[in-house]
C-alpha cells in the first residue's frame, strides 16, 4: 500500500478534498436517504417503514397532485430557459461581443440586476403589475385600453410566466456572461473569413459562433435544469409557502419545504407526524431526477469528446 503511495503522491492532495466533500456532500446525501425510510417527524422517535413513504406520495391523491403539479411547474420554468432565456443570452452575448455602440454600458445594465436581492427583485414587479397603482394598468388606462386592465398577479394560469420573467430580469446576465466569455475564445479568423465570404451579422452567429460555443451552451442548459428543479425563493416570496393560488407557482422545492417545516400542512395535518419523513422523501425524488439528467449529459459529452478526438 506504501509503495502504491509513494508512486503517486498526489493522492495525498487530494485526501483532504475528498474528506471535505464526505462530510458535506455525500454524508447529507446518503443520511436523507436513510431519512427516507423512517415516519417521522423531527423530534420523536423514528419508525422504519421502508418504501412506505414513497408509497404513500405515489398513493395519496393529494399530495400526487402537488407534485405534479410543481413538477410541470418546475418543467414550465425549464422550457422557459431553453427556448426563451438561453436565445437571448446568446444575442444579448453576441451584441456585446461585437462591440457594437453602447456594448460596455449594455453589458453593466444587463448583468447589474444580479446584485439586486430576491425580495426587491419581487417588490419591484408587484409594483409593476399591481391592480391598482402598477404601472402596466396605468398605462392600459391612460392610452383608452381599459380592457386589459386587471390584476395580473391574481390570474393563476400567468403566474409561472411572471415568475420566469423576475427570474430572467434578475439573472440574465450571469448565462451572457459565460457565453460572452466563450464567445472570446473563438478564433477571430474564422469570423472574419466568413466576413469576407459574404456572411452577414446573423449568420456568422448560426453558422461560425454557436456551433464553436455548443459545449458552452449545454453546460448552462444543464445548470437552468437544476435552477428549475430546485428555484425556491421567488416562489415563496411572492405566493408563501402555499405556491401562489391554486399553487400557480408551487415548486419541486417550495413543496418540499410545504411537507417538511411549512405552518400550514396542505393535506390538513395528515403529515404532521411524518413531517420530515415525507419531506426527506420528496427531496429524494428531486435529488435523483437531477442526477440522472446530470449524468446523461456528462455521459454524452465524454462520449462526444472521445470521437471527436478519435477524428482527429
Known sequence: ?????????????????????????????????????????GIGPRTFVGLGNYMELFG?????????????NSLKLFGFTVFIQ???????????????KG?????????????ICTPIIVFIHRLLLDANVG??????????????????????????FFIYVMITWGGVGIGMTFFLGAMKMINKDCLEAARID???????????????????????????????????DFSYVLGGSTGGMDGSIDTLALFFYRI?????????????ENSIGMGTTIACLLF???FVIALLQLILMNRRSSEDGSRS
Open 260 to 272: 417538511a417545516f411549512g405552518d400550514s400542512n396542505p393535506v390538513g395535518g395528515k403529515l404532521y
Open 288 to 290: 435523483i431526477m437531477i
Open 103 to 115: 456594448h460596455r454600458f449594455a453589458h453593466v445594465a444587463i448583468f447589474a440586476p444580479q446584485i
Open 1 to 41: 500500500m506504501l509503495a502504491y503511495l509513494k508512486k503517486r503522491p498526489f493522492i495525498f492532495f487530494m485526501i483532504p478534498g475528498l474528506i471535505f466533500y464526505s462530510v458535506l456532500i455525500i454524508y447529507p446525501i446518503l443520511s436523507a436517504m436513510q431519512l427516507s425510510l423512517f415516519q417521522w417527524n
Open 60 to 72: 395519496d391523491e393529494r399530495l400526487m397532485s402537488q407534485f405534479v403539479n410543481a413538477l410541470l
Open 135 to 160: 404601472v402596466f394598468n396605468k398605462f392600459f388606462g391612460a392610452v383608452g385600453l381599459d380592457s386589459l386592465v386587471r390584476p395580473w398577479l391574481g390570474i393563476p394560469e400567468l403566474g409561472i
Open 86 to 100: 438561453t436565445p437571448i443570452q446568446i444575442i444579448l452575448a453576441y451584441m456585446v461581443y461585437s462591440k457594437m
Open 198 to 232: 459574404g456572411a452577414g451579422f446573423w449568420t456568422r452567429l448560426v453558422r461560425v459562433v454557436l456551433p464553436q460555443i455548443k459545449v458552452t451552451t449545454i453546460n448552462l442548459i444543464l445548470l437552468g435544469y437544476i435552477y428549475s428543479m430546485t428555484m425556491f
